[in-house]
């Protein structure tokens, strides 16, 4: 008799990150189950999946309410907006799926016995006074500044899953992810990548908010979905930092991406939005000693592979028809 697969719940399927780890699950040999609301997420992302017995796909908004039939091993909660143009746009949809959300599916994993694990951020430290972030650094988060739907709603998430974990003596896992780039990113999300990469392919100005000198330290989406898939695996229950610490300020990022694509770097340059962070990168000491993971994929390389995924999109891209989300809710 061959063993039961393991069932997987994937919030936020349909989306960047959540497309990828369906992908990651189902080749491990997992049941996938995907469930997304489409609000930011695309079933392209996820169409090549369609037809494999070990998948499925609900489309559900999980701040209201969630089920699912059978047993669930292990959730996911990957279901939010997380690009700042995004959860601007709805900030109260950012809110709910972070808080609301995130008690239902806490709920259904104690029903089913399952593991969860939620995707928090490097937000969480806001506009960093400690450099780089550590997991025990508190952060520095205005709670009613603009970003603050998104920072306060993954702050909360938080909260409530060690909640579960201490009172119910739930098994939890928290990721908090750094800035991530790679394919199915959407081409207008408003993130630096996408919109650099799509103003350099239609020759266009790049822009660069406030002086450019604020940094990132982006990660390649294929190693954030292994350090991912072995936290969840792993039996540690507080907060892990999953990014890459190669640094890079804005004004550089925009020379490698005119470099990248073959075109002169013309910045113009716009106010720096509220409160976006001076600076970030994440201290990935627990990461290498729990887990044993660090990132294989350096800019160069991840920055080739996501040109290749934006060129395949290329029609789009010139023609200004991009999906112009979030949708109407
Ligand atoms: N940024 C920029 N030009 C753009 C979009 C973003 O200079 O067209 C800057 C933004 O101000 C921030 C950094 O790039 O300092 C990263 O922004 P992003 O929205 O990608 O993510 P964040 O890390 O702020 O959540």
Known sequence: MTEEKKRVLITGGAGFLGSHLCDRFLAEGYHVVAMDNLITGSLQNIEHLFGRPAFEFHQADVSKFVFVPGKIDYILHFASPASPIDYLKIPIQTLKVGSLGTHNLLGLAL???????????????????VHPQVEEYFGNVNPV??????????????AITMAYHNHHGLETRIVRIFNTY??????NDGRVLPAFLSQALRGENLTVFGDGSQTRSFCYVDDLVEGIYRLLLSDYHLPVNIGNPSEITIKEFGEEIARLTGVEFKPTYQALPENDPLKR???????KEILGWEPKVDRAEGLRRTLEYFKEHVSEIMA??????????
């Not at 029903?111 to 006074?129: H, N, Q």
Request: glycine share 8%; hydrophobic share 25%; aromatic share 8%.
């Open 145 to 158: 500044g603009p970003r603050g739907c998104y920072d306060e709603a993954k702050r909360f998430q938080e």
């Open 320 to 329: 200004d028809e991009v999906d112009n989300k979030p949708r109407s809710f």
């Open 111 to 129: 029903v089913k016995g399952a593991r969860m694990l939620i995707a928090s951020t490097s937000e969480v430290y806001g506009d960093p006074e």
């Open 281 to 287: 990168r994440p201290d990935i000491t627990k990461a």
């Open 182 to 187: 790679g394919p199915r990113m959407r081409l």
